[in-house]
């Protein structure tokens, strides 16, 4: 049995486990070896898992972690602070690590043991000092006195002391120089590597204390923890710590983890790469909560508010943004960003009834987004306001929407507008219910019919991206009962991504090859996200001596290159990270580096990253090379496959697999193809390479992902706003002009996109829901060239219309020159015809007036009125002068005027030239305000222009200020006035704007020395004989200039609509009707239909009957072009007996227009046949004998009703008169009577 002796003594041992001699104590082992068994790492590995490497912190070193030869008899161990942890990917998957070990050696407690006195040793008992004489153990005992002792100890300890100060020194000095750990807040994330499901430990420091943090990947992306919370709260220390789980929604491949400071709006991100089976995601979806939203019925005063959700049911990320087709109709927020596996956007929708009239209405919800576009329809009712003896709060508008960018300034305040249309005066405060939230007001008692306005502030300072909500509420502060009192309106404020920095790629792998290469390098590119407004400063710093970076500081886009000096490195793996600094925040890139033996194969890519480009209908971008390198100097085997993220299976590789002996590289193509389903947007795919060695296993840094992204942009297509067109309008009117319209027009314009080349034909097309003509597009078709632009005018025809909703679609189409369709965009179209109560323009477009001499210009005069629904029944116009020139020239008379719908005042202008230089002109201005109730209506205010010349100089008025014609097909003439207004004689011209049509002329095209004072006349020549039904503007242009100077006057333009409408023509189905019946029974109705074959509205009456068996269902009656009339004939046939002639009856249908019509009504009425009774018993009837001249009278008498109970029959008795009649055939009602005959005697 072999026994283990002491190294120093040579005692014998209990056992191999002992690590110290029970006889002299010494240790067995060194002290570095000691040190070394208990400087480890532990590793804690889980069944069928890999370890892998965590996220090293951001000023982490990286040092030497496997071992370099596996052949020494005794294994070293570095010491790393990376810290390692599980991974659940296959173990197929990663490669072969050589992980440190650590036994745990316990010293078992045993009794102290007794040994004998030790006698003195010899020598030789210590084999190391077997070789040193034994004399020199032989010293004096006065050397190992205390005091020296003493002093040996105290030399040693200074030795040993400054020994070690100069190592602190040393290393100091190389740390500070090789190793500059980057400052500020810092993030880690482990484990860098995992695949989807996995949990994320996520650790920030140097955050502000106390402050929320926001959660976010890939640049603004909210991240939702395992509580559920995408913001989360510092400790006072500024630290962090969370934990996430990888969702599934996220994709393979790169991936950044960013901590935002609430208070700083600075941003710390760290990378992390998803690996693992990943297939493809879903498509993005947007889900709206509801199908439509009806808000019900309410009063003029009260705001109705509904909530709904939006949701991305797919993955990735929706754009959105929403506008609505009323101005009533109003939303908030109007655009934001939905993510997958995110809680719903909550979305309030409000209709605000103020200024409405009361009846029913209809818009829609248009929301547009870059999954899709979809329509929420939308009803309400209004009804009249009726408040008794007290105050009302009123609310514009329902709801406000305020849009800031993270970290940048407050948006601009908005106004709400608090309104009182009750009777007594109405006192109120406003509250908010968010600390972001402020409200303030000047004034906060509003009289009857008046109102006062509150400002709304929003504070962003410490809100992250995102959407945020909250309400003002208003609330009255008397006594009174107040009518809608509470009311809240509804706040968003949606914050934007701040500027960041982007690096692609975010982690970085790097092989190279034990002292075959000092420097190995490859490129990153740095760019802004699309929320900065100018490029980014940045600077770089590595946290580690190995990895530099080519360029220490720039600005955005840059394409630095990371280097790797290997110099001083042995064989294995390594980490290193540069921390990207910008005004805005940090990104740190995560490196690792393998240095393999020369006898070790080894994979390199080379790119890090790959791109394509297509056009949506185009072809397929051409394919890019990847290039495949075995550096080291063994053979490996390679697989590599392509996975598509989004969007269908359009990333692909020419070769899955092969072989790479030492030193021999490959060329791998990869392709994208452009699929018929992919739609302008950004896809994401990933190639995955693995590598093993000549037995099978894994490499280091396995596998190796290149990111790939395929932009696809717009094909070559129209590009047109897809905001809807708005029309409004009153009833009766011409025409009506929409938001920033001119000319009763609305203007769209059209571009190509960057993708065509060359011009395309384009077209526009107009349709109406209800079938109407309303809707004009002119001109409707052109040719576009690329990067120049297109207009058609959009109009609409309110004649023939009648108050309500109408909707339309204007449709541009485009074809290329091979006059296929490359696009086709609709606009919708939308029409209000209201009748509200509306201030009329004045009379004369401006006042000019000229002194002549010392005599003061003549007082002026011109009417203005009221038309629509007003709802008081009393408007109150108030005209005021207004001059630049003080004190006020001007003066109009009456004061005021109070007007009904439909009347008209007239207001007095007096200009005052006392005070006033001569040879001098001066411009001034009347105001016009007319109040409903106290609430301006609709036209109010207006402004009428006033001139005034006190000397030598002409004037060129011209009037109508403008004309709105209606006629029908043929001539017709039109006056226009021309007018000298000032005190010198002008020449002037008058024609037609450009464009003006060919059914259109002048008298005359000028005339020369229109004296001061004077007037002539032009007129405006209309032969519409051969022109379409339609709108037509042929505005008149007058221009002069002074007859004796030559000087420029002025110009007049004077807007003529003319609407050419066909004349109504009266037609029906027929002009005979024909009944039919036996006496005593009326025949059914019968009807004529009367239709409008022509234009317009046809009126007609119809004349009375000139029989009175014949009556009228009615006696008037109209028919549009599109509606048709019915006139009911009733037939009385009482006291009309059968006879073989029909009877004859007429009426007369007179139209408004063109000639009468008669209709001739026939009536056959025949005698009554009797019928037996089968009640009467089967004998022959009595037979009455009468003269030739006699005459029969059947006088009947009524049967009787029998007894209930009873079977017994009445028989009616008929007495025989004779008749001169020859033969006679009277019915017996009720009786079974045969005809009656005459029989001679």
Not at 575 to 586: C, P, R, V
Not at 618 to 624: C, D, E, K, M, N
Not at 701 to 706: F, G, K, M, R, T
């Amino acid at each position: 049995m072999n026994k283990t002796h002491c190294p120093h003594c040579d005692t014998p041992l209990p056992d191999k486990t002992s690590a110290y001699c029970a006889l002299c104590g010494e240790a067995f082992f060194s002290a570095t070896e000691v040190a070394d068994a208990h400087d480890i790492t532990e590793v804690v590995v889980r069944p069928g898992t890999t370890p892998v490497l965590r996220a090293a912190h951001a000023n982490a070193s990286a040092e030497l972690v496997d071992t370099p030869d596996p052949t020494e008899k005794r294994s070293r161990t570095y010491r790393s602070t990376v810290s390692v942890a599980t991974s659940t990917r296959d173990a197929d998957e990663a490669p072969k690590r050589h992980l440190t070990w650590q036994k745990v050696v316990e010293t078992p407690s045993r009794p102290m043991a007794v040994y004998p006195p030790r006698p003195p040793l010899p020598p030789q008992s210590l084999p190391v000092l077997r070789h040193l004489p034994y004399s020199w153990f032989a010293l004096p005992r006065t050397l190992f006195r205390p005091r020296s002792i003493f002093w040996i100890c105290l030399v040693l300890i200074v030795l040993v002391v400054g020994s070690g100060t100069l190592g602190m020194v040393e290393a100091f000095k190389h740390n500070s120089s090789a190793s500059n750990h980057p400052s500020g807040p810092m993030l880690q994330v482990a484990p860098a590597i995992a695949e989807a499901g996995a949990i994320l430990s996520i650790s920030g420091s140097g955050l502000s204390p106390l402050t929320q943090i926001g959660l976010f990947r890939d640049a603004a992306i909210p991240v939702y923890d395992t509580n559920n919370l995408s913001i989360l709260n510092s400790d006072t220390n500024g630290i962090v710590n969370d934990t996430v789980i990888i969702g599934s929604d996220w994709g393979g491949g790169p991936h950044t983890i960013i901590l935002e400071d609430a208070h700083t709006h600075h941003y710390i991100s760290t990378p992390i790469q998803v690996i693992g089976d990943i297939g493809p995601l879903r498509p993005a979806h947007l889900h709206i909560s509801e199908n439509q939203l009806d808000f019900g019925a309410g009063d003029q005063a009260t705001n109705t508010l509904k909530k709904i959700s939006l949701s991305n049911s797919g993955a990735g990320q929706i754009a959105w943004q929403a506008t609505t087709t009323q101005p009533w109709l109003m939303l908030s927020p109007q655009s934001g960003i939905l993510s997958a596996n995110a809680p719903p956007t909550d979305v309030m929708v409000a209709v605000n009834r103020a200024d409405l009239q009361a009846g029913d209405y209809a818009a829609q919800v248009n929301f547009s987004s870059s999954a899709g576009d979809s329509r929420l329809p939308i009803k309400m009712q209004v009804l009249p306001l009726q408040a008794g003896h007290e105050p009302v709060l009123q609310l514009t508008p329902a709801v406000l929407s305020f849009t800031g960018a993270d970290g940048g300034s407050n948006p601009d305040p908005q106004v709400i507008t608090v309104s009182n249309p009750g009777a007594l005066p109405l006192s109120w405060k406003a509250t908010t219910d968010a600390s972001w939230l402020s409200v303030s007001a000047n004034n906060t008692v509003v009289d009857p019919t008046g109102s006062s306005t509150a400002q709304v502030k929003v504070n962003t300072s410490s809100l992250l991206p995102g959407t945020y909500s909250a309400h003002v509420t208003f609330a009255s502060t008397g006594k009174a009962s107040v009518l809608h009192s509470p009311q809240s309106v509804y706040v968003s404020v949606t914050i934007t991504p701040n500027c960041s920095l982007q690096i692609s790629p975010g982690m970085l792998d790097m092989t190279t090859i034990y002292q075959q290469s000092t420097n190995i390098s490859k490129s990153i590119t740095l760019n802004q996200t699309q929320s900065c407004s100018e490029p980014v400063s940045w600077s770089a710093q590595s946290n580690t001596p190995w990895l530099s970076v080519s360029q220490a500081h720039g600005v955005t886009p840059a394409a630095p290159v990371v280097v790797a000096n290997t110099s001083s490195l042995n064989p294995g793996s390594y980490t290193g990270s540069i921390t990207f600094t910008s005004g805005h925040g940090t990104q740190v890139l995560l490196v690792s580096l393998s240095v393999n033996k020369p006898d070790r194969p080894a994979l390199n890519l080379g790119l890090s990253t790959l791109s394509f480009s297509a056009s949506a209908q185009g072809s397929s971008p051409p394919a890019q090379m990847l290039s495949l390198k075995n550096s080291g100097g063994a053979p490996l085997s390679w697989s590599a496959s392509a996975i598509s993220l989004a969007g269908g299976a359009w990333l692909s590789l020419n070769q899955s697999s092969g072989q790479l002996n030492a030193h021999q590289s490959t060329i791998l193509s990869v392709r994208a193809a452009l699929l018929n389903t992919l739609t302008p947007n950004t896809y994401t795919g990933l190639i995955r390479v693995f590598a093993r060695d000549a037995a099978g296993n894994l490499l280091s840094q396995n596998p190796q992902v290149i990111p790939v992204n395929l932009v696809v942009s717009p094909a070559c297509s129209l590009q047109v706003s897809s905001q809807p067109l708005t029309f409004y309008g009153l009833a009766g009117q011409a025409n009506t002009s929409g938001a920033n319209a001119v000319k009763s027009a609305n203007v769209v314009s059209m571009t190509t996109s960057s993708s065509c080349k060359s011009s395309l034909n384009w077209s526009a097309g107009v349709s109406t829901t209800d079938g109407g003509n309303w809707l004009h597009a002119t001109p409707r078709n052109g040719s576009l060239a690329p990067n120049k632009s297109a207009t058609t005018q959009v109009s609409v025809t309110l004649a023939g219309l009648k108050a309500g909703p109408y909707s339309g679609q204007l449709t541009l189409t485009a074809t290329d020159s091979s006059k296929k369709v490359v696009s086709t965009q609709s606009i919708d179209v939308y029409l209000t015809v209201q009748p509200p109560c509306t201030l009329q323009a004045p009379s004369l477009s401006s006042l000019d007036f000229s002194a002549l001499g010392s005599a003061e210009p003549a007082a002026q005069s011109f009417t203005i009125g009221v038309v629509g629904t007003c709802s008081s029944g009393a408007v109150k116009i108030i005209p005021t002068g207004v001059t630049a020139s003080s004190p006020s020239w001007l003066t109009v008379s009456p004061a005021n005027a109070v007007l009904k719908s439909g009347q008209s005042a007239t207001f007095t202008v007096t200009p005052h030239t006392a005070g006033l230089a001569k040879g001098s002109q001066y411009s001034g201005s009347i105001s016009l305000v007319a109040l409903d109730n106290g609430i301006a209506i609709v036209g109010s205010s207006q402004s009428l222009p006033v001139s005034l010349s006190l000397a030598g100089t002409p004037k060129l008025v011209a009037g109508p200020g403008s004309l709105n014609l209606s006629v029908s097909p043929g001539k017709a003439t039109q006056l226009i006035t021309i007018n000298n207004a000032g005190d010198a004689p002008l020449d002037w011209t008058a024609s037609l704007q450009m464009g003006a049509a060919s059914y259109f002329s002048l008298s005359t095209s000028g005339g020369k020395q229109l004296a001061a004072g004077s007037t002539t006349n032009v007129n405006l020549i209309m032969d519409t004989t051969t022109a379409p039904p339609g709108t037509y503007v042929p505005n008149v242009v007058i221009n002069a200039t002074n007859s004796l100077t030559g000087g420029n006057v002025g110009t007049v333009t004077i807007p003529v609509t003319v609407v050419v409408v066909v004349p109504p023509a009266m037609s029906v189905d027929t002009t005979n009707l024909s009944f039919s019946t036996v006496a005593g029974s009326n025949p059914a109705d019968q009807s004529v239909t009367i239709s409008n074959s022509g234009g317009g509205t046809l009126n007609w009456t119809a004349s009375a009957p000139d029989q009175p068996w014949l009556t009228l269902g009615s006696t008037s009656g109209l028919a549009n072009a599109s509606t048709t009339s019915t006139l009911v004939f009733k037939v009385n046939v009482s006291g009309l007996a059968g006879q073989p002639q029909p009877y004859t009856a007429s009426t007369t249908l007179t139209p408004s227009v063109g000639a009468p019509i008669t209709i001739t009504v026939n009536l056959a009425v025949a005698a009554v046949t009797p019928t037996a009774d089968p009640t009467q018993p089967a004998t022959p009837p009595p037979q009455a004998q009468v003269t030739p001249t006699a005459q029969v009278k059947i006088t009947p008498t009524p049967v009787s009703s029998p007894v209930a109970g009873t079977t017994s029959t009445a028989v009616t008795q008929v007495p025989v008169v004779a008749t001169t009649h020859p033969v006679a055939s009277p019915t017996v009602k009720g009786t079974a009577t045969p005809h009656s005959k005459p029989v001679s005697k």
